[in-house]
């Protein structure tokens, strides 16, 4: 099983940045794509950004030329460089890793317990 585990949520004013980590242990496959996804009070929770096996990224369009999905294969570890921060990406965001089908779909098959990330003044 892999354990994960995020770090750097916090409370940052509108237009500042944040960095998300996730670190993993456990039984690590390389073979997984690895995400991040977030959740807002009374929204559902919904996919920001996924890096794949090969390291290409894809974006939600809110995060695009703002979020920024990275790894560091040596320390099984996961970012989220987020700027230019909005009220509206206030959320839990939740670090995953999951597999990608055959259609392109990323499902997520392991998580993270969450950061809370509050963008205010």
């Known amino acids: 099983q892999v354990q994960l585990e995020e770090s750097g949520g916090g409370l940052v004013q509108p237009g500042g940045s944040l960095t998300l980590s996730c670190a993993a242990s456990g039984s690590i496959f390389k073979n997984y794509a690895r995400g991040w996804s977030r959740q807002a009070p009374g929204k559902q929770r919904e996919l920001v950004a996924r890096i794949t096996t090969g390291g290409s990224t894809t974006y939600a369009d809110y995060a695009k030329g703002r979020f920024t999905i990275s790894r560091d294969n040596t320390r099984n570890t996961l970012f989220l460089q987020m700027n230019s921060l909005k009220a509206e990406d206030t959320a839990v965001y939740y670090c995953?890793?999951?597999?990608?089908?055959?259609?392109?779909?990323?499902?997520?098959?392991?998580w993270g317990q969450g950061t809370q990330v509050t963008v205010s003044s």
């Open positions: 995953n890793w999951g597999i990608t089908l055959q259609s392109g779909l990323y499902v997520p098959t392991h």
